[in-house]
């Protein structure tokens, strides 16, 4: 699976949009993006994903670019509950090695008032 | 639906005496993944199975641990005998077969849903 890059650490301002980057330059073209966010002390929660176009559901948004090389996962309107560890993964859509998620550092979100 | 549920919560034992973890997935779910949390390593899969049966378990760090799924309810996760360095909080999720790929976004046919973890201390 393609390695990603995500920025250690960054804040929000509770109420704005928190836009959330991923790199992922070495993407194949049967490779899915995959967000997932972990609230301190829970496991991980889905959030997200998509192969090509962009995607919304009632989480958040995910923008990828044409080039897929690059992704970033937009929460509209952050409150304190969305401080957590965003992790962006990339994986295989195939059956073979679906299972396998690969999490990296992850992004920490602080929202703060 | 309760979730995946994971028992215990909390476990601190001694080095070198045997430690089981247990897991039940969401009801209907096919796949069920032991993952391990450390500071050091961050989120790591160990193994995970499909109808009971283990797909891969290369990421199992040696023979002392050892994972059984008897039936597509339960699962157990084993460490014989433990050591302090196997400290760290462990996770079990369950998911669905997936939908096809390239085809439309359904969350429930490709999120894992995580449990809350068994937090383990080796002294």
């Known amino acids: 699976d393609a390695k990603t890059t995500q920025p250690p650490s960054m804040d929000c301002a509770e109420g704005r949009a928190a836009n959330l980057p991923c790199n992922h330059s070495?993407?194949?073209?049967?490779?899915?993006v995959y967000w997932y966010r972990q609230i301190h002390s829970q496991g991980p929660q889905y959030i997200i994903h998509?192969?090509?176009n962009n995607e919304t559901n009632e989480m958040a948004s995910l923008i990828i670019t044409e080039d897929r090389k690059s992704s970033t996962l937009i929460l509209p309107h952050a409150t304190l509950r969305d401080t957590a560890v965003y992790y962006c993964?990339?994986?295989?859509?195939?059956?073979?090695?679906?299972?396998?998620?690969?999490f990296g550092a992850g992004t920490q979100v602080v929202v703060t008032p | 639906d309760a979730g995946v549920i994971q028992s215990p919560r909390h476990e601190v034992t001694e080095m070198g005496q045997e430690v089981t973890l247990r897991c039940k997935p969401i009801?209907?779910?096919?796949?069920l993944f032991w993952y391990r949390q450390t500071m050091m390593r961050g989120l790591e899969l160990l193994i995970y199975?499909?109808?009971?049966?283990?797909?891969?378990d290369s990421g199992m760090p040696e023979d002392r641990f050892s994972a059984k799924m008897p039936n597509a309810s339960f699962s157990t996760l084993k460490i014989q005998p433990s050591e302090p360095r196997d400290s760290a909080v462990y996770f079990c999720?369950?998911?669905?077969?997936?939908?096809?790929?390239?085809?439309?976004?359904?969350?429930?046919?490709?999120?894992?849903?995580f449990g809350p973890g068994t937090r383990l201390t080796v002294l």
């Open positions: 998509g192969l090509k």
């Open positions: 993964i990339v994986r295989e859509g195939t059956t073979d090695s679906w299972g396998k998620l690969q």
């Open positions: 009801s209907g779910h096919d796949y």
């Open positions: 070495t993407i194949s073209g049967n490779e899915y």
């Open positions: 999720a369950s998911s669905m077969l997936p939908g096809l790929a390239g085809g439309p976004v359904f969350s429930a046919y490709n999120e894992q849903f």
């Open positions: 199975f499909n109808n009971n049966v283990p797909i891969d």
